[in-house]
């Protein structure tokens, strides 16, 4: 898996255009339309700030997926605190996170934001939490 270049927003012509980390793109009818999925690592609960920035900036910006009005983000998780880090969320995006009774059971919420020069955006939400190895956990080995 590798990045996919946005060239939709690109800036000229010869400019470098934006990327995702990973995106599913339409083979059968157009390819210029891509479904951007940004993903990040939580060291701990609180630090957003890198996943805000692809949220507020990427996403809700226009800049990723400016033909289509679906987004991914995937955050891993080095702790097991889904719940804190969907509520630090909710906090920073001033509303609250909707849930899908089909995914009840995962830790998966969705936001929606009004774009200016894109389609309205549903961007979903996605935490995985990183379990450690038998030997870390019962050693107590920190995560480097």
Request: charged share 25%; hydrophobic share 40%; aromatic share 8%.
């Amino acid at each position: 898996m590798h990045e996919w270049p946005e060239m939709e927003t690109r800036s000229g012509p010869s400019a470098k255009p934006p990327s995702y980390d990973m995106a599913f793109v339409s083979t059968a009818t157009n390819q210029r339309w891509a479904m951007a999925v940004e993903a990040k690592v939580f060291p701990t609960k609180g630090q957003l700030s890198e996943y805000m920035k692809d949220v507020n900036k990427k996403f809700a910006g226009g800049v990723a997926c400016p033909l289509v009005g679906e987004g991914g983000m995937i955050g891993y998780l080095l702790c097991d605190e889904t719940d804190a880090v969907f509520v630090a969320i909710e906090k920073r995006l001033k509303q609250i996170l909707g849930k899908a009774v089909e995914f009840a059971g995962r830790p998966r919420r969705t936001s929606d934001h009004i774009r200016a020069n894109a389609p309205n955006l549903r961007l979903h939400h996605m935490l995985m939490v990183f379990q450690r190895g038998p030997s870390e956990r019962s050693s107590g080995a920190s995560q480097k």
